[in-house]
């Protein structure tokens, strides 16, 4: 199996969810191997700063928390599978017309590419085809579509899963090119954040720094591709998103940050289960 067929295995749902297995977290079963892998966002949880962890904990305990943390989700939600739907379709518009015209070229990393006007113009049909999404989830949507419009010039993989053997498991959005750093796929991470655009985002930031370093160790596992840096996009309900780019050095030392933190993670659960037996 080559490059291009190992990463197109990823958009199949080999992986399923096996909470009874713990109820403490989030656990992914493969439904090919029967191994079992806890999610990357739930290692990123138990081995975030003590700091994030207190705030989240004061922040769960006020009245509302709840039902503002359920809003957020689904207005999430809304926007990521507006984003699924419209790069899935400009993915096919695009290789379809490529091939058709015989503009659908191999490069030497074994991705396929086709000029960057065409992906530009499937873009644009996918968008003007795309149905509407729910009010509270449409200027984030928004937001993160016209991110896509103005700087993607490739795409290569949507909504891709897989695991590693440190023990995770995890779906990524995209594999994409954009402007500027054409034949560079980045991994790419649409994110959702109610908050003004002056507070500060720190500590969200260093988790989803880290939470590509995942996706890119996931994909190197899988697919062998290392990625050439990464995209962190938090869109607002309004005006542009706030961008965060890596480039490939600083997403390599997130992947070693991520393997330290897994390691931590699983330590910690070993800890708890010999306290237990003990």
Known sequence: MDTIDRLAALRKKSLVRDDATDPDGRIYRCTETGQSFHSVTRILGTTSSET????????LARPGSAETRDAAAKRGTGAHNHMELILKLAQRLARATANKKGIWRQGE??????????????????????????WASSGYA?????????????????????????????????????????????????????????????????NYRCQ?????????????????????????????????LMNQDELIAQETIFLERAQRHFDQLQAQRDLIED
């Open 142 to 206: 928004r937001s993160l579509r016209g991110w896509a419009m103005d700087h993607i010039v490739q795409i290569h993989a949507v909504e891709f899963s897989g695991h590693h053997p440190a023990g995770m498991a995890g779906a990524a959005d995209c594999l994409i090119e954009i402007a500027g750093m054409e034949n560079k796929p980045i991994i790419c991470d649409w994110k959702t954040s109610g908050k003004s655009i002056h507070a500060p985002m720190e500590d969200q930031l260093t």
């Open 109 to 134: 990393d074994g991705l396929y590419r086709c000029p960057p006007k065409l992906t530009k113009w499937a873009l644009e049909r996918a968008v003007a085809g795309a149905p509407k999404v729910t």
């Open 52 to 59: 994030s962890q207190k705030k989240l904990a004061a922040w």
């Open 212 to 244: 590509t370093g995942a996706y890119s160790l996931i994909l190197k596992n899988m697919c062998g591709i290392q990625a050439a840096g990464g995209a962190i996009v938090v869109a607002r309900r309004s005006g542009a998103p706030v961008t965060t």
